[in-house]
């Protein structure tokens, strides 16, 4: 059991910068592919970014085109916690983002995460 809980959210205008975090509990976390997923009022819920699970680097990283180059995914396993960089943001990055966890499968579909934290708000003012 993996229990994730975002926090970091806020109100920024548009080319500020957020810091997202996720907490996690559970003793497995640090084998779990994490991912962050984005969903904006009356959209689906989007892939943002991934980053997998390795015992001797960081991990690999894999963003949607949309934030390459002005997100960016870390993790800190001994402190059970990843983030989500966020820099030169827009007012289209305006959604409740969420951290995921999935054990093995297609981190780019959400259907195939097994654990959810409960979101957080990211607002983007123009």
């Known amino acids: 059991q993996v229990h994730l809980v975002e926090s970091g959210g806020g109100l920024v205008q548009a080319g500020g910068s957020l810091r997202l975090s996720c907490a996690a509990s559970g003793r497995t976390f640090s084998r779990y592919t994490m991912g962050w997923f984005r969903q904006a009022p009356g959209k689906e819920r989007e892939f943002v970014a991934a980053i997998t699970w390795s015992a001797f680097s960081d991990g690999s990283t894999y963003y949607a085109d949309s934030v390459k180059g002005r997100f960016t995914a870390s993790r800190d396993n001994a402190k059970n916690t990843v983030y989500l960089q966020l820099n030169s943001l827009k007012p289209e990055d305006t959604a409740v983002y969420y951290c995921?966890?999935?054990?093995?499968?297609?981190?780019?579909?959400?259907?195939?995460?097994?654990?959810w934290g409960q979101g957080t708000q990211v607002t983007v003012s123009s």
């Open positions: 995921a966890a999935i054990w093995n499968g297609n981190y780019y579909n959400p259907s195939e995460y097994d654990y």
